[in-house]
């Protein structure tokens, strides 16, 4: 029996890249599978509903049980829709795994409010919906369940030409904390998972050059997507985690907001003088993480 028999997962944005390579691997681990995907470009334009409907071929040709939906999650509608679809194709629904994503990426001075507000609609404001979705169900089924939320590297150390995307992934770790506080008195646990992989949406990226699928595999990804599904991790709750690698080694390892130990002065606030004196003491001396030292497995 699979860690994963008997349950119900959606997984958004599943018909290409990670969001496939979670798919599938859940469907082995026995869930049964709405594979969610517009089908659109990456910038978020058009629609092409056979991208999902292929990766249900392949999970029904294995063996496993999916249905496809073309709903948008950046619509109310669409992922009620989704959701229904869920319940009302397998009776429940235990696992959301929100990965859609799209990107319009531009520096700042250049960037439009078209290109900031579609990305927030389908990063942001889908994590929103989807959560929120798949929360209510779940406490009403009365058993609990697991929410996965994506976010990203571009959010949690920065990425030139990404502000409106940075934007929304970085908000996802903190939504992730606080959806995790809330649903956690149900049950529900929510996690933040964080792909580095080599897909479509980043195949250009500069941090990436000379990089392979193989070497930046998302299937490296569904690994821990199944475990967090999992009874494995079931005392597990708001954790925020990156895996990747491939045929360059892998990794998987946990991100935590941190605070140095800081400038201290027991009475009275400190002033401008004294802040600037102590600077060293309020400033980490080692520098962010960068793209390339997640490359990096020793």
């Known amino acids: 029996m699979g ?10 944005g599943a018909g290409r890249g990670v969001g496939r390579a979670e798919a599938m691997a859940m469907a082995k681990a026995g869930a049964k599978i709405v594979v969610n995907d517009l089908g659109g470009d990456r910038d978020g334009t058009g629609a092409h509903a056979p991208v999902a409907d292929a990766v249900v071929g392949e999970i029904e040709a294995a063996g496993g049980r999916a249905v496809a939906d073309h709903s948008d999650v950046g619509s109310l509608e669409g ?41 927030q609609k389908v990063h942001a404001k889908g994590t929103f919906f989807c959560t929120r979705a798949a929360g209510r ?8 369940g697991v929410i996965m939320n994506t976010t990203s590297l571009t959010g949690l150390v920065g990425n030139f030409g990404q ?27 929510v996690h933040a998972i964080c792909p580095n992989a080599y897909t479509r ?37 708001g954790r925020v985690l990156l895996a990747h690698g491939g045929t360059i080694g892998a ?10 130990d800081g400038y201290i002065k027991k009475a009275g606030a400190p002033t401008t003088k004294e802040i600037a004196e102590n600077i060293d003491k309020v400033l980490f001396s080692d520098p962010d993480l960068d793209m390339m030292a997640c490359l990096k497995f020793n």
């Open 3 to 12: 860690l994963l028999e008997g349950k119900v997962a959606i997984v958004t």
């Open 79 to 119: 992922v009620d829709r989704m959701v229904w679809t869920a319940l009302n194709r397998f009776g429940r629904l235990d696992i959301m795994v929100h990965n859609a994503g799209i990107l319009r990426d531009k520096t700042l001075l250049n960037m439009t409010e078209d290109d900031w507000d579609l990305v």
């Open 137 to 144: 169900a779940m406490k009403t089924q009365g058993d609990g």
């Open 163 to 189: 502000s409106n995307y940075s934007f929304a992934k970085s908000g996802v770790y903190g939504f992730t904390k606080t959806a995790a506080l809330e649903l956690g008195r149900y049950g529900i646990r």
């Open 201 to 237: 949406m980043t195949a250009d990226l500069p941090a990436l050059k000379g990089v392979t699928e193989e070497m930046l595999d998302p299937a490296t990804l569904a690994a821990l997507v199944v475990f967090l599904a999992s009874d494995l991790a079931k005392e597990l709750n």
């Open 251 to 260: 990794m998987v390892t946990e991100f935590k907001m941190k605070m140095f």
